[in-house]
């Protein structure tokens, strides 16, 4: 069985696909952000700052920031103006047109979500943990590609950086969805550098990047690295950077793990997953610092 992305052609590129500027409610210029992930090592970025009224709707033109070993992503953090239970919508938007036209009144998430998705964005449920996020409002959003199950900047300002019970409940009910970590940076706190996508293309492209990260085609991580993950029969054999846990967890309760101080392979029994199920790998290194795959469906 062919698990994507490790079976397609290509190499993976690191990138922060969340992250704010004094376009919004940043600390840092868009050529500083870029400069701190260019710094970083990292391979691409999206400015992806808050598509509010007072801030004059900005999907900023970060082009002019690129180079060969270095590109962004056009995005915006979208919201809309009708809620659901009193909160602010937070959806990433990657990809979007320079043109995207904002709310008006009375628009919805859904339909603003719909318009993204018509151009072509990525669509990002952003941190669901952080403001109460339910079950049934992401199962609202039809065309969303990913949930964010790390959030960097929750994580260190309000401990609150999780996705997993969002993704997890959305599974159960039968909707596909995939996993991506993010930084969420505003550079007033120690919020970047802690999570990002490990995206698999045959360059570093930005309409490669973006068609990767709509088909699934990356992984998650806060440093460890997934080198392979594959499917044999009734094991699944994964590949990794040394960690001292990899486990697969899934539909349901099963789970399996093996643990040890150097592990860089690892096979583990598919018995807790039946056909229609899904399962997905986490890898842990010793300072506690994980690797996310994307739902794998058998």
């Known amino acids: 069985m062919d698990v994507a992305p490790f079976s397609r052609g290509g190499r993976f590129w690191r990138g ?4 704010h500027s004094t376009r919004s409610d940043g600390r840092l210029s868009p050529e500083a952000v870029a400069d701190f992930y260019r710094d970083a090592g990292y391979d691409f970025f999206a400015l992806t700052d808050h598509f509010w ?9 970060t082009r002019a920031l690129r ?8 995005g915006a953090e979208i919201h809309a103006p009708v ?3 009193n909160h602010d919508w937070h959806i990433v938007a990657v990809g979007l047109p320079l043109d995207f036209a904002p709310w008006t009144s ?20 952003a941190h669901p943990q952080w403001y109460g996020l339910t079950t049934e409002d992401a199962l609202s959003l039809p065309l969303a590609h990913a949930v964010e199950i790390y959030n960097h900047g929750c994580a260190i300002d309000c401990d609150r950086g999780d996705g997993f019970v969002v993704l997890e409940e959305v599974l159960a009910a039968g909707k596909r969805l995939n996993a991506y970590a993010a930084d969420d940076a505003h550079f007033q706190t120690p919020d970047a550098g802690g999570g990002w996508v490990m995206v698999k293309a045959e360059a570093l492209e930005p309409e490669l990047l973006l068609s990767a990260l709509k088909q699934g085609d990356f992984y998650s991580s806060q440093g460890p690295q997934i080198h392979d993950i594959a499917v044999d029969g009734n094991e699944v054999r994964v590949a990794c950077s040394s960690a001292i846990s990899v486990s697969i967890s899934g539909s349901g309760t099963g789970s399996r793990s093996e643990h040890g101080c150097d592990l860089t392979r690892a096979r583990l029994s598919l018995d807790p997953f039946g ?15 994980r690797a996310w795959s994307n739902p794998i469906w058998l």
Do not use: W
């Open 67 to 74: 180079s060969r070993s270095f590109t962004t992503l056009l």
């Open 53 to 61: 009224e007072i801030y004059n709707f900005p999907v900023t033109d």
């Open 275 to 289: 056909e229609g199920c899904y399962f997905r790998v986490t890898v842990t290194d010793d300072k506690g610092r």
């Open 83 to 85: 809620t659901s239970k």
């Open 106 to 125: 009375g628009e919805t998430m859904q339909s603003m979500s719909a318009r993204a998705a018509a151009a072509g964005a990525f669509l990002g449920i």
């Open 16 to 19: 922060n696909i969340h992250t």
